[in-house]
């Protein structure tokens, strides 16, 4: 049996840093048609600083949402939105969120089905864009408002990580991840540690064909419309796991089975902000250039925040409570560089 069925990640999954114009510009090498892109402007903190900028295909070009605050979708955005998805990229607007003379940026873009489909496995009818190889579905519906509604996902395994949020209302960003399991969520947009709460999860595991909500107005207010981000772990490629910190600057190591290409940490059990790093702002398998989801910061560049990215995982080393407090617990989602075995191996280090 094969390590992994996907010899190349960035088929699939890429980070493209780009320089932005203030006109409208379009950002090619992405290597596929994006479904789902999200952006940030790395270079402006404080009072220049703007939002994160989250567009898909099932929602539509020029409909934003941001993971750092409850925001409901915004459509043509005042500061700047993505306008186009193309064969080898994307296209924003001009606007200091997306695209500032002289700003630079990040983009995280993902491949789902380039397309959509309805799902009818749930007892609410969703549109879903899906990767089954990758692991990756966008999932649009409509809540119920009844406790223990179902959604289809279309992945064909069961997720482990899923992000719902609330289009229509300013309600904050729920997260399901498989280490903390259905009874407990996370708050993409806030530093909140994890909570208890049956209206999110609805206490019910996800299946290999549905995933189940509580009648909260995070994930399932009756008539208004979310969408959520849903990944399902495929070796050699993503990984969502948990690991507990050893408060050593020389610190926990974390398996995931191939060379990361983007991780994003979360303590679990205090308050804490959200850290993203991925392998396209760092040089020499060394990341330390820090993003927080939950926040319009500009990017950190900071020697006490760093990961070390290896063949077969990330190495901590760090004593920061963001990422490796002494026994702190923390959840990660992660995405492959390069698989640790197989056609295009990681490099050892």
Same mark, same amino acid.
């Given at each position: 049996?094969?390590?992994?069925?996907?010899?190349?990640?960035?088929?699939?999954?890429?980070?493209?840093?780009?320089?932005?114009?203030?006109?409208?510009?379009?950002?090619?090498?992405?290597?596929?048609?994006?479904?789902?892109?999200?952006?940030?402007?790395?270079?402006?903190?404080?009072?220049?600083?703007?939002?994160?900028?989250?567009?898909?295909?099932?929602?539509?070009?020029?409909?934003?949402?941001?993971?750092?605050?409850?925001?409901?979708?915004?459509?043509?955005?005042?500061?700047?939105?993505?306008?186009?998805?193309?064969?080898?990229?994307?296209?924003?607007?001009?606007?200091?969120?997306?695209?500032?003379?002289?700003?630079?940026?990040?983009?995280?873009?993902?491949?789902?089905?380039?397309?959509?489909?309805?799902?009818?496995?749930?007892?609410?009818?969703?549109?879903?864009?899906?990767?089954?190889?990758?692991?990756?579905?966008?999932?649009?519906?409509?809540?119920?408002?009844?406790?223990?509604?179902?959604?289809?996902?279309?992945?064909?395994?069961?997720?482990?990580?899923?992000?719902?949020?609330?289009?229509?209302?300013?309600?904050?960003? =729920?997260?399901?991840?498989? !280490?903390? *399991?259905?009874?407990?969520?996370? @708050?993409?947009?806030?530093? &909140? %540690?994890? +909570?208890?709460?049956?209206?999110?999860?609805?206490?019910?595991?996800?299946t290999s064909s549905v995933f189940t909500v509580g009648s909260g107005t995070n994930t399932n207010t009756n008539t208004q419309d979310y969408i959520a981000y849903c990944f399902a772990e495929v070796k050699g490629f993503s990984k969502f796991g948990s690991y507990v910190g050893n408060g050593n600057a020389d610190g926990t190591f974390v398996y995931t089975g191939f060379k990361p290409a983007f991780v994003i940490i979360r303590r679990t059990d205090t308050a804490e902000n959200w850290t993203l790093f991925d392998n396209k702002r760092d040089v020499d398998n060394v990341a330390e250039h820090l993003i927080r989801p939950d926040t319009t910061a500009a990017e950190e560049i900071v020697s006490n925040y =760093?990961?070390?990215?290896? !063949?077969? *995982?990330?190495?901590?080393?760090? @004593?920061?409570?963001?990422? &490796? %407090?002494? +026994?702190?617990?923390?959840?990660?989602?992660?995405?492959?560089?390069?698989?640790?075995?197989?056609?295009?191996?990681?490099?050892?280090?």
């Amino acid at each position: 049996m094969a390590y992994t069925t996907i010899k190349k990640p960035s088929d699939y999954f890429n980070t493209k840093l780009y320089t932005g114009n203030d006109g409208t510009l379009a950002i090619s090498g992405v290597g596929f048609q994006p479904d789902w892109t999200w952006i940030k402007c790395r270079s402006h903190g404080g009072s220049a600083s703007f939002e994160h900028v989250l567009t898909d295909a099932v929602r539509g070009v020029n409909k934003t949402l941001v993971s750092n605050d409850t925001d409901a979708e915004t459509t043509n955005n005042a500061t700047g939105y993505l306008s186009v998805f193309g064969s080898d990229g994307f296209t924003v607007t001009g606007g200091d969120a997306v695209n500032g003379v002289g700003r630079t940026y990040a983009s995280w873009n993902w491949l789902g089905a380039n397309g959509t489909a309805s799902n009818t496995d749930g007892s609410i009818t969703s549109t879903v864009s899906a990767n089954t190889t990758s692991g990756f579905s966008i999932v649009s519906y409509a809540g119920n408002g009844t406790a223990g509604a179902t959604i289809g996902h279309s992945l064909g395994i069961k997720p482990s990580c899923i992000l719902v949020k609330n289009r229509d209302n300013n309600d904050s960003w =729920r997260m399901y991840h498989t !280490s903390l *399991g259905a009874t407990k969520f996370l @708050t993409l947009n806030s530093t &909140n %540690a994890a +909570g208890t709460n049956s209206a999110e999860w609805n206490n019910t595991e996800p299946t290999s064909s549905v995933f189940t909500v509580g009648s909260g107005t995070n994930t399932n207010t009756n008539t208004q419309d979310y969408i959520a981000y849903c990944f399902a772990e495929v070796k050699g490629f993503s990984k969502f796991g948990s690991y507990v910190g050893n408060g050593n600057a020389d610190g926990t190591f974390v398996y995931t089975g191939f060379k990361p290409a983007f991780v994003i940490i979360r303590r679990t059990d205090t308050a804490e902000n959200w850290t993203l790093f991925d392998n396209k702002r760092d040089v020499d398998n060394v990341a330390e250039h820090l993003i927080r989801p939950d926040t319009t910061a500009a990017e950190e560049i900071v020697s006490n925040y =760093r990961l070390d990215l290896l !063949s077969n *995982g990330f190495k901590l080393k760090t @004593t920061d409570g963001k990422m &490796n %407090a002494s +026994g702190g617990t923390y959840i990660y989602m992660a995405f492959a560089e390069e698989p640790l075995v197989g056609d295009n191996p990681a490099t050892a280090r």
